[in-house]
């Protein structure tokens, strides 16, 4: 069975404070890893798709990154605004069926 | 907003009575899914569709749940004589086409409680 572990599970770090969030997977056969955002009382908001070791995608403070195991969301100087809780998931056989990991709570203050 | 419209955003309802939770998908999209997230724990799926078409329900409940997507009109998730433990937030998401690499957009949720 296909599993998806995010940690840490909360992460609070000052503005302009680097750090990375890691999604560490046990599956069948990765066909894509997806990062998703999600603010409280909102729907997943998408971020990235990484389909194979070695790749990486960048939008804006936010870079992901994939090995044949996990996947990093490295975030750069965050600000406020990028308190949320980041989703992971993989899909590993038709596009319809994404297994989710828990999430990262992620608070940046002042 | 051309996004993925989910509704009601709030549903409340007393146990054993039914609730319908409607999902318009993104302009263009034909491929519908439905995940639904309980509290403390990750999104899980539960069923994908297609124009007239159940393609994947192997995360449905096997009673009292079921789900259409009419050729006309949004996606349908039914849940009969509703009890405490569905209450949850329900996602529904869109893709362009089920292939690995288009991505799947999702609403903004309904909220189901049960009293």
């Known amino acids: 069975e296909d599993q998806v572990t995010q940690s840490p599970e909360a992460l609070r770090l000052q503005e302009g404070e680097s750090s990375s969030l890691n999604c560490s997977y046990t599956v069948s056969g990765l066909r894509g890893l997806f990062w998703y955002r999600q603010d409280p009382g909102k729907g997943p908001e998408f971020l990235f798709t990484l389909y194979s070791a070695g790749e990486e995608k960048e939008k804006e403070r936010l870079k992901a990154t994939l090995t044949k195991k996990e996947s990093f969301l490295h975030i750069t100087a965050p600000k406020p605004e990028d308190s949320a809780t980041y989703l992971c998931a993989v899909n590993t056989g038709t596009a319809s069926k994404l297994t989710f990991g828990t999430g990262t709570r992620l608070q940046v203050t002042l | 907003n051309a996004g993925v419209m989910q509704n009601p955003r709030h549903l409340v309802r007393r146990r054993g009575q039914e609730a319908r939770l409607r999902c318009s998908p993104m302009?263009?999209?034909?491929?519908v899914y439905w995940y639904r997230q309980l509290p403390e724990e990750g999104l899980k799926f539960m069923v994908y569709l297609q124009k007239e078409n159940i393609i994947d329900e192997s995360g449905m409940p096997k009673e009292r749940f079921s789900a259409e997507f009419p050729k006309e009109g949004p996606s349908i998730l039914r849940i009969q004589q509703v009890v405490r433990g569905d209450s949850a937030a329900y996602f529904c998401?869109?893709?362009?086409?089920?292939?690995?690499?288009?991505?799947?957009?999702f609403g903004e949720g309904s909220w189901l409680t049960v009293v």
């Open positions: 302009k263009g999209h034909s491929h």
């Open positions: 998401a869109s893709s362009l086409s089920p292939g690995t690499r288009n991505t799947i957009y």
